[in-house]
C-alpha cells in the first residue's frame, strides 16, 4: 500500500484547504481511509476516517462540522475537505489505510495503532 498526501500550505484563520491522499498498490474496497494530525509537541490525533464505499464516516469532536472527508473512488484518492480553519488546526497531516474489521462500524474513534499503511505527511499551518 502506497499513500502519497498532498495539499497542505499557509492558510489564514477562517480559510479553507483541501488535503489529498493518493491510494495505490492493491484493492481498496474492503479499506477505512484514516486522516491523523500531529502538532509540534503533541501526539498523533485522530481527525476523519471512511470506508472505501463509504458505509461509515467518523470524525474527531474537534473537527466535526468544519471537515468534510471524501473518496473518489475512480481515482483512488481520499480528500479531506477543511473549512473555517483555526490556529489549532496547525499540524503535520497523515493519511493512513487499513483493513475494515468488525469493529470499524461500532467505533467512536480510532488511534494510530489501528493502521498499518501511512503516508508521509503534509503540513497545514493557520495563521490568525
Known amino acids: 500500500v502506497q499513500l502519497q498526501a498532498s495539499g497542505g500550505g499557509l492558510v489564514q484563520a477562517g480559510g479553507s484547504l483541501r488535503l489529498s491522499c493518493a491510494a495505490s498498490g492493491r484493492t481498496f474496497s474492503n479499506y477505512v481511509m484514516g486522516w491523523f494530525r500531529q502538532a509540534p509537541g503533541k501526539e498523533r490525533e485522530f481527525v476523519a476516517a471512511i470506508t472505501w464505499n463509504s458505509g461509515s464516516i467518523l470524525y474527531a469532536d474537534s473537527v466535526k462540522g468544519r471537515f468534510t472527508i471524501s473518496i473518489d473512488i475512480a481515482k483512488n484518492t481520499v480528500y479531506l475537505q477543511m473549512n473555517s480553519l483555526i490556529p489549532e488546526d496547525t499540524a503535520v497531516y497523515f493519511c493512513?489505510?487499513?483493513?475494515?474489521?468488525?469493529?470499524?462500524?461500532?467505533?467512536?474513534?480510532?488511534?494510530?495503532?489501528?493502521?498499518?499503511?501511512w503516508g508521509q505527511g503534509t503540513l497545514v499551518t493557520v495563521s490568525s
Open positions: 493512513a489505510a487499513d483493513r475494515v474489521d468488525y469493529r470499524t462500524f461500532y467505533r467512536t474513534t480510532y488511534y494510530p495503532t489501528d493502521f498499518g499503511s
